[in-house]
T-cell receptor
Framework: SQQGEEDPQALSIQEGENATMNCSYK?????LQWYRQNSGRGLVHLIL?????REKHSGRLRVTLDTSKKSSSLLITASRAADTASYFC?????????FGAGTTVTVRA | IAGITQAPTSQILAAGRRMTLRCTQD?????MYWYRQDLGLGLRLIHY???????GKGEVPDGYSVSRANTDDFPLTLASAVPSQTSVYFC??????????FGPGTRLLVL
């Protein structure tokens, strides 16, 4: 069964707005990762946050992790049309990833 | 970034036929993975290999087999395809830290 669940399933925002999506998981993890997928292509790694970290930044991305609630959030600031994609969280236990079903983000010009 | 190649890009297959999806990496990383992606379900791990000569089962291994004769190649075989194996298949390899680098995928339709 899948470890992670993203919320919402879909998100539509205006260019320049922020996009926030959440991920909940079930069991203990070593780290949590976020990936992006454009139009059915292969997934691309965005950011990794370890179980002993609470927040991490990379460019316009901000990830938080709350291990007590078993949840994570991904914030994309100042969204652009190129951010239109599906975003997946993946939990890592011993070098095997378990993915959620993803959040589809549409950024309107 | 050096990559992963997958072949074929897409395939239509009659049920009951045998099919091998090919995956080749050029970075000589040990760990490689096969996933399937179905609409609304994200990616599910089929099989993995931590090093040449070893393989392991993932979440949905039934109906699939893999081999790892060398570091670079990790083929996935469907011995007798069924319509429920219609999916997009992604091969991945270990990238850096604990992340993975994905190939472009193979779209398979089993009729």
């Amino acid at each position: 069964s899948q470890q992670g669940e993203e919320d919402p399933q879909a998100l539509s925002i205006q260019e320049g707005e922020n996009a926030t999506m959440n991920c909940s998981y079930k069991t203990s993890i070593n780290n949590l990762q976020w990936y992006r997928q454009n139009s059915g292509r292969g997934l691309v790694h965005l950011i990794l946050i370890r179980s002993n970290e609470r927040e991490k930044h990379s460019g316009r991305l901000r990830v938080t992790l709350d291990t007590s609630k078993k949840s994570s959030s991904l914030l994309i600031t100042a969204s652009r049309a190129a951010d239109t994609a599906s975003y997946f969280c993946a939990t890592d236990a011993y070098y095997k990833l378990s993915f959620g079903a993803g959040t589809t983000v549409t950024v309107r010009a | 970034i050096a990559g992963i190649t997958q072949a074929p890009t897409s395939q239509i297959l009659a049920a009951g036929r045998r099919m091998t999806l090919r995956c080749t990496q050029d970075m000589r990383h040990n760990a490689m993975y096969w996933y399937r992606q179905d609409l609304g379900l994200g990616l599910r791990l089929i099989h993995y290999s931590n090093t040449a000569g070893t393989t392991g089962k993932g979440e949905v291994p039934d109906g699939y087999s893999v081999s790892r004769a060398n570091t670079d190649d990790f083929p996935l075989t469907l011995a007798s395809a069924v319509p429920s194996q219609t999916s997009v298949y992604f091969c991945a390899r270990f990238w850096r830290q604990e992340t993975q680098y994905f190939g472009p995928g193979t779209r398979l339709l089993v009729l």
